[in-house]
């Protein structure tokens, strides 16, 4: 509420600070005695002050924010990501620097004066051919850098085919994430009145017996050094997989199934310890009393703003070694197998292999 009436309180200022400057230039122009050549020069004046406190206050961000950006990537692929986008960041960050000062600089230097004349400068051939053709090249080659790991992240045939597979399913305002058992294959599901409910959101046909290992999790368990395939899939509207982590981000659609393969590389544990040689999460949590580090949590969360409670569409992801994902996969009970009779309809063609999930492509 301070910061809105503080901000509103600026608007207003400067509101009254315009009309002001409105007014006695319109007296002093009724007079007689405006000054352009002044008032230009103080135009000048006031650019290259805007200049400056715009680099200052960037600056000024940059050094109070950087502590708190995410941290190193905790997966194989995001290494290359964050290269990617650092550089960018570094070619827009200079061109811009170089584009605004150059752009203030000049609107101070050449200000209006008394005895100067505009030269009048058209058009010159060899500075179109440069400023069109440098922009290019560069954009050129951070399009083919960003496509050339588009397509190795997504490379297919390159995938471990004992990746590790779960499937996580939006919806408002929740994840459903379902591991499918030991046999590694999911369930089929099937998407109409008779097999949807309450009780069975994703439609999973009970008479299918993969289904009967399948179980879900509250929490995404993912084992470090191991890929991982995630089939994305939504129940209503748009909702995006994000783990900002492990640089994951795919959209989850309804009736359109996605999906992202990835392989974290640091447990939870490991990242606790990396970020306990940190300054800013070295700092005591208010709500907690302790290093902010000791309760780092990765995370999933939905980043495509998909209704009033968008916000709390977040899950814990925990990256342990295999040796303890194997303990808590003991502790996981199937689904199939705390149903009653009713809900669970035995299965009808035992003969019949098991299908693999209607949304597997
Ligand atoms: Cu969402």
Redesign the pocket.
């Known amino acids: 509420m301070t910061v809105l009436l503080s901000f509103i309180i600026l608007v207003l200022l400067f509101v009254v600070l315009v009309l002001v400057a409105k007014a006695s230039e319109i007296s002093a122009e009724l007079k007689g005695k405006f000054d352009y050549i002044q008032q230009s020069r103080l135009n000048g004046y006031l650019l290259i002050g805007f200049l400056v406190l715009m680099f200052a206050g960037s600056a000024f961000a940059y050094k109070e924010l950087a502590p708190v950006m995410l941290p190193k990537s905790a997966s194989l692929h995001g290494i290359a990501t964050d290269r990617l986008f650092n550089i960018t960041t570094i070619i827009t960050v200079a061109v811009f620097c170089v584009t605004q000062a150059a752009l203030f600089y000049f609107a101070y230097r050449y200000n209006e004066s008394f005895g100067h004349k505009a030269y009048f400068y058209p058009h010159n051939n060899t500075l179109e051919v440069v400023w069109t053709v440098i922009p290019a090249v560069v954009l050129t080659f951070l399009i083919a850098f960003g496509m050339y790991e588009w397509f190795k992240i997504f490379n297919v045939e390159a995938r471990d085919k004992n990746a590790l597979v779960v499937e996580v399913t939006?919806k408002?305002?929740n994840w459903i994430i379902r591991y499918p058992g030991q046999d590694n294959k999911f369930g089929k599901r099937v998407i109409d009145k008779e097999h949807i409910s309450p009780t069975n959101e994703l439609g999973i046909d009970w008479t299918d017996k993969g289904s009967h290992d399948d179980f879900m999790a509250d929490k995404l368990y993912l084992v470090k050094d191991r890929p991982v395939l995630v089939k994305i899939g939504a129940l209503d509207?748009?909702?995006?997989f994000y783990l900002p982590h492990f640089r994951v981000k795919m959209d989850?659609v309804p009736g359109i199934p996605t999906e992202f393969y990835f392989v974290p590389t640091m447990t939870t544990e490991e990242m606790r310890q990396y970020l306990s040689t940190q300054p800013w999460w070295q700092t005591i949590n208010p709500e907690t009393g302790e290093p902010r580090w000791k309760t780092f949590k990765y995370e999933l969360a939905?980043a495509?703003?998909?209704?009033k409670s968008?916000y709390g569409?977040q899950k814990e992801v925990v990256v342990v070694t295999q040796r303890e994902y194997d303990e808590w996969l003991k502790n996981q009970t199937p689904v199939y197998s705390t149903m009653t009779p009713k809900e669970a309809p035995a299965s009808p063609q035992p003969a019949e292999p098991v299908k693999t999930a209607m949304l597997t492509r």
Request: hydrophobic residues 45%.
């Open positions: 939006a408002q305002f509207v748009l909702h995006s989850a939905c495509e703003l998909c209704g968008h569409m």
